[in-house]
Every structure is written in C-alpha cells, then in structure tokens.
T-cell receptor, first 113, second 112 residues
C-alpha cells in the first residue's frame, strides 16, 4: 500500500495569487498524478507528474497555469497560478504503487476569493 | 467539513437493505474498472475492481457486475451500514495506460 500526505489540507487565497500544493508518499511508486475535483463534480486528471522531466498535461490544462514538479520518486508539487474563483476545487494527488494499485491523497481544499 | 458531491445523484437506503449503484462508462476499449468510495473530507478509496474478461466479482459485502454489451457497471452493497454513507465513483481504464476516467458519482445515504 501507499500512504499519501498533502499540504496544505485547505487554504483560502485571493485571486491573482498562486498556491503550491505538496504531495509526499511513504514508499516508492511508479507514477504520480494530480486530479481536480470541482464542487459537486467527479475527478478530472490534470497531469501526470514525471520524475526529472516536464509533466504530461491533459487536454484543457497547461503548464503555465499548473506547473508541476517531481524531483524524486516520492514527492511532487502542483502550483495553481494566477488564481481565479473558478479554480476553487479539491486538488488530489494520486499514485500507482509498485503492485499497480492506485491510491489517492486526502486532497487540498482550495477556495479563491 | 466541506462535503463532496453536494449536487450528485443521491441514493437513500434503509440500514440493513441492499444498495445498488449504477455507472455507465464511455469507452468500449476500456478493459479495467474500479469502484471508489469517497467519504467527506477524504480522498477516494479503492473498493473493488473487475477486468473485462469477467462479468461479476465479489468482495466482502460488495459485488461488482459488468455488462460490456451496454457498457454498464454496477456496485451492490449487501446489508448496508451507516459507515457505507459516502460518494461512490466508478472509473474506467484501458490496459497499457495509467489514465483513469471517472464517472459522475453517486451519493449513498444510509437511513437509520
């Protein structure tokens, strides 16, 4: 199994500012992902965090808005840049473990005012 | 705390009854399916999975049924308990990729 922690757990931010969310896993994993879950909605994949290289973004998400880092196998960050109220969501880190199971972190609840 | 699924379809079930949650998936090439449970304030948790070469798979108190003809997935929970109250999502995947497509979700409310 894999235990995932995220920081911060929640934040309230002003529009125009940026927030960096951290994801730490307690064991080595094969892949790390970032998802967004807007209020009352399902999960949408933002990007795959690649170790030591640029993340792979899904349609509708771009690096300038959501820069991602993954400096090692167990840590990744997602930045939400130049925030607007539409960015208010839960942001979830997810990993695929060495036994190919997918786990989710507890999420970061972001409110943009 | 903040609640997930405020506007999702809701299924209300009496404690002790069986629950059936349905999901229609979109990609006929999908060959792996997972049901997740998401409690308020937490990330999704794996419940049960099924591959496309199976029609049914049973776990502890849960059964997943897959109908590939109509691209339909269902989750059956036996003897529903208050702790089963959560939002349930299905997710589909195609072998060789790690991309999961999540369904819209259903909120299960267990009535005492």
């Amino acid at each position: 199994s894999a235990v995932i922690s995220q920081k911060p757990s929640r934040d309230i931010c002003q529009r125009g500012t940026s927030l960096t969310i951290q994801c730490q896993v307690d064991s080595q994993v094969t892949m790390m992902f970032w998802y967004r879950q807007q209020p009352g909605q399902s999960l949408t994949l933002i990007a795959t965090a690649n170790q030591g290289s640029e993340a792979t973004y899904e349609s509708g998400f771009v690096i300038d808005k959501f820069p991602i880092s993954r400096p090692n196998l167990t840590f990744s960050t997602l930045t939400v840049s130049n925030m607007s109220p539409e960015d208010s969501s839960i942001y979830l880190c997810s990993v695929v473990s060495l036994d190919y199971e997918q786990y989710f972190g507890p999420g970061t609840r972001l409110t943009v005012t | 705390g903040e609640s997930v699924g405020l506007h999702l379809p809701t299924l209300s079930v009496q404690e002790g009854d069986n629950s059936i949650i349905n999901c229609a998936y979109s990609n006929s090439a999908s060959d792996y399916f997972i049901w997740y449970k998401q409690e308020s304030g937490k990330g999704p948790q794996f419940i049960i999975d099924i591959r496309s070469n199976m029609d049914k798979r049973q776990g502890q108190r849960v059964t997943v049924l897959l109908n590939k003809t109509v691209k339909h997935l269902s989750l059956q929970i036996a003897a529903t308990q208050p702790g089963d109250s959560a939002v349930y999502f299905c997710a589909e995947n195609t072998s060789g990729t790690y991309k999961y497509i999540f369904g819209t979700g259903t909120r299960l409310k267990v009535l005492a």
